[in-house]
T-cell receptor, first 112, second 114 residues
Framework: RKEVEQDPGPFNVPEGATVAFNCTYS??????FFWYRQDCRKEPKLLMS???SGNEDGRFTAQLNRASQYISLLIRDSKLSDSATYLC?????????????FGTGTRLQVFP | EADIYQTPRYLVIGTGKKITLECSQT?????MYWYQQDPGMELHLIHY???????EKGDLSSESTVSRIRTEHFPLTLESARPSHTSQYLC?????????????FGSGTRLTVV
């Protein structure tokens, strides 16, 4: 089983739609969580950290459910420019390092 | 404005050639990483370093080697390139607080071995 699992998609949604991605992680002791965005043939860029109490950044809301070991990302009022792959990222506690584990990503395609 | 730089951006090279992919960062980060990513596929960690003179192999076996003689510089070398090495190589860096701040990635080097 992979340490971080995501639905690869693609999620095809119209402009203005609300879309949600989920991600599950296997290590219950993981403490840090992020969402990254990666455009086609570009490098991943940090979208937002995920805090225990949930957090919001404009149209983006991240939630953490420790009991069920999943993280979610909600995008409201989707824009064409939101089309990208969204990577769920969790820290690894293996060997007590700062190593981050990247999910395979969920592809989002927003159409007019 | 990039604080982590990779060169070259694109490289097409013949089989058997030795190549070095450059990665430099100006943020003073002590930790640096190399990832390999094929189009539409996941990131694979191939090397990492937690400081000068510290290098470790990542989760994916790679024929490449790395060195960390200076904090800001983390080059990756392939002694004899093969078509199977064709991929995108992404360099990243972080502070000791990666758990809080995540990684910063360079723009990548797209390598094609013919």
């Amino acid at each position: 089983r992979k340490e971080v699992e995501q639905d690869p998609g693609p999620f095809n949604v119209p402009e203005g739609a609300t879309v949600a991605f989920n991600c599950t992680y296997s290590n219950s002791a993981s403490q840090s969580f992020f969402w990254y965005r990666q455009d086609c043939r570009k490098e991943p860029k940090l979208l937002m950290s995920v805090y225990s109490s949930g957090n919001e950044d404009g149209r983006f809301t991240a939630q953490l459910n420790r009991a069920s070991q999943y993280i979610s990302l909600l995008i409201r009022d989707s824009k064409l420019s939101d089309s990208a792959t969204y990577l769920c990222v969790v820290n690894s506690l293996l060997y007590n390092t700062d190593k981050l584990i990247f999910g395979t990503g969920t592809r989002l395609q927003v159409f007019p | 404005e990039a604080d982590i730089y990779q060169t070259p951006r694109y490289l097409v090279i013949g089989t058997g050639k030795k190549i070095t992919l450059e990665c430099s960062q100006t943020m003073g980060h002590d930790k640096m990483y190399w990832y390999q990513q094929d189009p539409g596929m996941e990131l694979h960690l191939i090397h990492y370093s937690y400081g000068v003179n510290s290098t470790e192999k990542g989760d994916l076996s790679s024929e490449s080697t790395v060195s960390r003689i200076r904090t800001e510089h983390f080059p990756l070398t392939l002694e004899s390139a093969r078509p199977s090495h064709t991929s995108q190589y992404l360099c990243a860096s972080s502070t000791s607080g990666a758990n809080y701040y995540g990684y910063t990635f360079g723009s990548g080097t797209r390598l094609t071995v013919v």
